[in-house]
């Protein structure tokens, strides 16, 4: 009769498992808190209420700062960035390079959201004035996915072009010019914008706190148990023995 080659389990492997979800957990409620932080840092710089700072060539920019800049609109060149959802409804923003004089490179300006229409036909866009002038607005970002899939850019010659979560990069590639690493979001009283409602990440850090402590939790409850565990096996050897 043939006899199972199968092994038991060591006995230590439980506890090298359970040693390895503990620091894990302990790991993750480590980067909840920085995150939360993080989340904090930008509140405070978002609800900062100083001034427009006028821009210049080479000046250091922090996130949120409120900035007054000057160029004029690229309105040939825009894009309308896709999947973005405001108040359960389907939309875009509307960026649009602002050309910057001196050499300087080109600004992208998100000028707020507008609404898909039916059928996902692309919005034509209201004219607008390409002279000089001056916009204000705080310094942000381009929104970013976890995950995309496909090009981030439409292929084709047709503008404005449509794209899904785009990098500052690709879109510098795009443009064949040089962009600056910041995004300026239009203010809400500017003329030149569509709907505007710009606030920090909506998950605020708050939550980040509650997460750590979920996981700080877990992993105490772990350890806990691989203690008393541990403690088990020993009183029973011992009583073995005896």
Do not use: C
């Not at 001196?102 to 004219?127: C, F, H, Q, S, Y």
Request: neutral net charge; glycine residues 12%.
């Amino acid at each position: 009769m043939k006899q199972s080659s199968d092994k038991p389990m060591p006995g230590w492997l439980p506890f090298v498992i359970g040693f390895a979800l503990v620091v894990q957990f302990a790991a993750l409620g480590g980067w909840q808190i920085s995150r939360g932080l993080e989340k904090r840092a930008e509140q405070e710089l978002f609800s900062d209420d100083a001034g427009f700072t006028a821009w210049d060539a080479g000046m250091g920019v922090r996130p949120y700062q409120r900035l007054r800049v000057s160029g004029r609109f690229d309105t040939e060149h825009q894009f309308l960035l896709d999947n973005i959802i405001l108040n359960s409804r389907y939309g875009y923003y509307v960026v649009t390079p602002l050309i910057l004089g001196a050499d300087n490179g080109v600004l992208l300006m998100n000028r707020g959201w507008i609404e898909k229409a039916t059928g996902g036909v692309a919005p034509v866009l209201p004219a607008i004035d390409a002279a000089a002038l001056t916009v204000r607005g705080r310094a942000g970002s381009l929104p970013r996915a976890g995950y995309k899939m496909g090009a981030a850019i439409s292929p084709g010659s047709a503008w404005p072009k449509l794209a899904v979560y785009p990098t500052i990069a690709e879109i510098s590639a795009e443009l064949g010019q040089n962009v600056l690493p910041f995004v300026l979001l239009l203010e809400p009283d500017d003329e030149h914008g569509f709907v505007r409602y710009w606030v920090p990440e909506e998950m605020g850090p708050g939550r980040h706190f509650a997460y750590a402590l979920q996981w700080f939790v877990m992993g105490a409850v772990l350890a806990a148990l691989l203690v008393w565990h541990w403690r088990r096996r020993r009183a029973g050897r011992g009583i073995a023995h005896d």
